[in-house]
């Protein structure tokens, strides 16, 4: 069964103290990791997709990596904006075209000015 | 273009009764899901559309209904409110094999 576990459930930093968030994944065949970011009472928000082991992307004060077990979302120097959950998912199987994506519970993320 | 809007945002329900979500997307996205989202959980996938007129199960879709009749829009049924339906149910819309893109929310309280 396709799992996602996200490590620490919450995590608490000072502004400008970098750090990284977890994403383990068990799946049958990746085909796509997403990070996504979601504020309080919004939906959730796209952030990176990645395909392949080594591959990273960057957004602003965010890198997204990813290996064959597992990805992180490198945030560098946070400013208290950044406060959100950050939500991981794979992509497990496509039907017709529509995507089985299985969400981790989420890392939420508190940045103290 | 207002993307992916869920209406309505809150809504209290009693024991058996039923209501309808409404989910619409002005992206001409082809594939639309419902999910609901709760503690501990995570997100997970009630139903799923590939397109105008198709609705397919996801992982629970007990005591739900979804309809598609239109490509812009889909429609979340409950038939028989039961508290265990609690929740915050999302909409998502996507293009063949790209990122799903998520309404705002409705938050949705079964006493």
């Known amino acids: 069964e396709d799992q996602v576990t996200q490590s620490p459930e919450a995590l608490r930093l000072q502004e400008g103290e970098s750090s990284s968030l977890n994403c383990s994944y068990t799946?049958?065949?990746?085909?796509?990791l997403f990070w996504y970011r979601q504020d309080p009472g919004k939906g959730p928000e796209f952030l990176f997709t990645?395909?392949?082991a080594g591959e990273e992307k960057e957004k602003e004060r965010l890198k997204a990596t990813l290996t064959k077990k597992e990805s992180f979302l490198h945030i560098t120097a946070p400013k208290p904006e950044d406060s959100a959950t950050y939500l991981c998912a794979v992509r497990s199987y496509v039907i017709q075209g529509a995507q089985k994506l299985v969400f981790g519970q989420g890392t939420r993320l508190t940045i103290n000015p | 273009n207002a993307g992916v809007t869920q209406t309505p945002k809150f809504r209290v329900l009693k024991t058996g009764q039923s209501m309808t979500l409404l989910c619409a997307q002005d992206m001409n996205h082809e594939y639309m899901y419902w999910y609901r989202q709760d503690p501990g959980m995570g997100l997970r996938l009630i139903h799923y559309s590939v397109g105008e007129g198709t609705t397919a199960k996801g992982e629970v879709p007990d005591g739900y209904n979804v309809s598609r009749l239109k490509k812009q829009n889909f429609l979340l049924g409950l038939e028989s409110a039961a508290p265990s339906q609690t929740s915050v149910y999302f909409c998502?819309?996507?293009?063949?094999?790209?990122?799903?893109?998520f309404g705002p929310g409705t938050r949705l309280t079964v006493t």
């Open positions: 799946v049958s065949g990746l085909r796509g």
């Open positions: 998502a819309s996507t293009n063949r094999v790209n990122e799903q893109y």
């Open positions: 990645l395909y392949s």
